[in-house]
């Protein structure tokens, strides 16, 4: 989007970028560019914080009225409030006592996902949505059939015209949305971080996908290894 300023700029159109990640944008020079340092995916800041988001605009529309070069980067100067971590939070579950082999681990994560049902059924009638959906099949398919995989398994797709891959990876995204959900529903604000450390270190479900990525980046299908790159983000891959 940087680079698009340019071009925009040519055309007689005043631009603004928001950067998440500062040093692209000072190789991309933008014309105007306000750098937020917020995770990927939050360009304005935190969900549900409207407030806050509207700070982030006006200052963003504030650049185009201010003098400077032909490229500049400005700071918003505050953190995401939501990066706090709460205290009063606690997981909606804490059933995971540690990995045992791969069999183990998918009984465990199913047991897991049942477990979860009404924590997540708690948050979509709170917060009236629900991100889960991807794949189009319900929770506890979407856990049967990576549990299936982590136990070495290559089971058919279960979704009309979608390959076993990329049906896989879909499921995978449908259940960690679930669980994050599920975390929802208990009192308190927990921060990104917070249900991060949560889904990765302290569930089934995180220790089954660490588990499954490793099981499908050592094997000999492409279509397997591509898609496993997106089972686990970057930062929270562990060690084999």
């Known amino acids: 989007m940087s680079a698009l300023g340019h071009y925009l700029e040519e055309e007689g159109l005043a631009t603004v970028a928001v950067a998440l990640i500062r040093p692209q944008a ?16 939050r360009p304005i800041g935190p969900p549900s914080d409207p407030a806050f988001q509207k700070r982030v605009i006006l200052a963003a529309i504030g650049m185009l009225v201010e003098g400077g070069g032909p490229a500049r980067i400005a700071d918003f100067p505050d953190d ?17 006592a540690g990995a045992g082999d791969a069999a183990a681990l998918a009984d465990a994560m199913q047991t897991e996902a049942l477990a979860m049902a009404p924590a997540y059924a708690q948050s979509c009638t709170r917060r009236a949505r629900s991100t889960v959906g991807l794949s189009g099949l319900p929770p506890a398919e979407c856990s049967g059939y990576i549990a299936t995989w982590l136990r070495g398994q290559q089971p058919a797709s279960p979704v009309a015209g979608m390959s076993s ?7 995978i995204d449908d259940l960690k949305a679930y669980a994050l959900e599920a975390a929802l529903a208990p009192a308190g604000k927990p921060s990104s971080r917070q249900l991060g450390d949560w889904l990765w270190n302290g569930t089934a479900l995180g220790a089954g996908l660490q588990q499954l990525r490793r099981d499908c980046l050592a094997g000999d299908d492409e279509r397997l290894k591509t898609v496993a790159a997106f089972f686990v983000p970057a930062l ?3 060690p084999a």
């Open 26 to 41: 000072e190789h991309t020079r933008p014309p105007r560019a306000l750098w937020v340092p917020f995770e990927l995916g």
């Open 165 to 171: 891959a990329l049906a896989l990876r879909f499921a």
């Open 236 to 238: 929270r891959v562990s």
């Open 80 to 96: 995401d409030p939501r990066e706090m971590q709460d205290p009063s939070w606690n997981a909606p579950i804490d059933l995971y």
